[in-house]
């Protein structure tokens, strides 16, 4: 999986660092007001740091980050990767039943069709965004690495155990 990732080409799904304890977001939650959300813990924190480390030592180029903009995530991007661009299309649906979240996981889904390099692609979203994607439930810090075959299915391709902290 290493090796391939050097060669590029590749989405690398990651789920957030690890958090504060708790579930989804408290009931007062606005997307972009941190104090309201629920957010990296120390341990999480560290978490992203020495998963961008361990990503650098293995001589992995990401070309670009997106991430949610919930600041759990955005956290863990700029930590782990020194930054990255705000997307809605990777914001948490969870306890949402709507339509709203086959849109969103279809938009992803393009997106990871669409990639072909230099480098690699990093989304940095949540646990329900790669469940949608995979069928496979990510722990904190966990990347699951995809790539669209010719077909256009997404392909789980490996998994990187998440880093402790």
């Given at each position: 999986l290493w090796s391939?990732?050097?060669?590029?080409?590749?989405v690398l799904l990651m789920r957030h660092a690890a958090t504060e304890?708790?579930?989804?977001?408290?009931p007062q939650f606005k997307a972009g007001d941190c104090k309201t959300q629920r957010n990296l813990s120390a341990a999480g924190r560290e978490q992203a740091a020495k998963?961008?480390?361990?990503?650098?030592?293995?001589?992995?180029?990401?070309?670009?980050?997106?991430?949610?903009?919930?600041?759990r995530c955005?956290?863990?991007a700029s930590i782990a990767f020194g930054s990255a661009t705000p997307d809605?299309?990777?914001?948490?649906?969870?306890?949402?039943?709507?339509?709203?979240?086959?849109?969103?996981?279809a938009a992803v889904r393009a997106r990871i069709q669409s990639f072909r390099g230099p480098g690699n692609l990093v989304l940095v979203t949540?646990?329900?965004?790669?469940?949608?994607?995979?069928?496979?439930?990510?722990?904190e810090?966990?990347?699951?690495?995809?790539?669209?075959?010719?077909?256009?299915?997404?392909?789980?391709?490996?998994?990187?155990?998440?880093?402790?902290?």
């Open positions: 391939a990732l050097r060669n590029g080409g590749y304890p708790g579930i989804g977001d408290p998963t961008g480390q361990r990503l650098k030592d293995a001589g992995i180029t990401i070309s670009a980050v997106r991430s949610s903009r919930w600041c955005l956290d863990t809605p299309t990777l914001d948490s649906f969870f306890g949402d039943r709507s339509a709203q979240n086959e849109q969103q996981t949540h646990q329900v965004n790669i469940t949608a994607l995979t069928g496979e439930f990510p722990a810090g966990e990347i699951f690495v995809v790539r669209a075959s010719a077909e256009g299915s997404l392909q789980l391709k490996g998994r990187i155990t998440p880093v402790k902290p």
